[in-house]
């Protein structure tokens, strides 16, 4: 599984909230229209061609369309406006979305791993399958890993955690037909256990596949930080700030694939309060124009020149 990191984008390469809506959408409704296509081409082959590996893997494809949907849902759900009831947005929804697909994963691995053991327990009962079987699943092994490789990339433009997690969905799916493939393969040359012996690893790499997910997007539900390097960036730009001498209790919590960000600022003691106001909001601006941050509240410190310190040997929230 890719772990994707979006820190240090520069404010040309920021999407707004409607653009990746947008590009999400547009990513999503190929996924389904291709998948629906495959599906049925994979059940009615088939069936015809009596190969239950890849009436399986047409089953399988079919639930990417529930993970198409979800995809949808939520990208519908996170571009909605904060209301009173969610003042920070709805951007939260795209992680629980991400979880939801990580559980889909971790299911469709866990029905893979279980079908191969049975087939291992009973390799008498597969069939013979006709030669066609073998081009579909072929023909459906090389449209999903392009499908795969359009919707990577259009995540990692957007920058979007639930469209890669959506992305290396797919790229399960091309796995499971290079099962039925290699199943496919072994059939017809004579040794129909290497069909469930390659169904049961590659079931085991979509599993952990899709604990790894759901994990991170539980994680990010539980208000894990950014990774220290965009922390320290965001630290950075704020210490840029005309005004602000120091920075201290920076944190942050991910909301969907943006920030919320606290931080303490230290001032000019002896400037006024309208003064300390403006270097705030200066922050402020600077923060969410060079980072993905949603919104930074900060609290203003005052900060005395070392060589007074012996005049003032405390200092209010240091």
Known sequence: MNDEKFSGESEDERCSPAERAAAASRCTWVSVSVNLALSCIQIIVGILSKSQGLIADGIHSLSDLIADFVVLFAGHKSKQDADEGHPYGHLRFETAASMILGLLLLAVGIGMIGSAVLKLQTPESIQKVHMTALWVAGAALVTKELLFRYMLAVAKKVKSS???????????????????????????????????????????????????????????????????????SIRTTLLETPGIKGVHDLRTRKMGDMLAVDAHIEVEASISVEEGHAIAVAARENVMLRHRVLNLMTHIDPWHRPDLDHLEPSRSGA
């Open 162 to 232: 639930l469209l890669i997690a959506n992305a290396w969905h797919a790229r399960s799916d091309a796995a499971s037909s290079l099962v039925v493939a290699v199943g496919i393969v072994g059939n017809l040359a004579g040794y129909p256990i290497l069909d469930p012996i390659a169904a049961l690893v590659v079931g085991g790499m979509i599993a952990r596949m899709g604990g790894a997910f759901g994990w991170n997007a539980l994680n990010d539900l539980m208000d894990s930080a950014a990774d220290e390097e965009e922390v320290a």
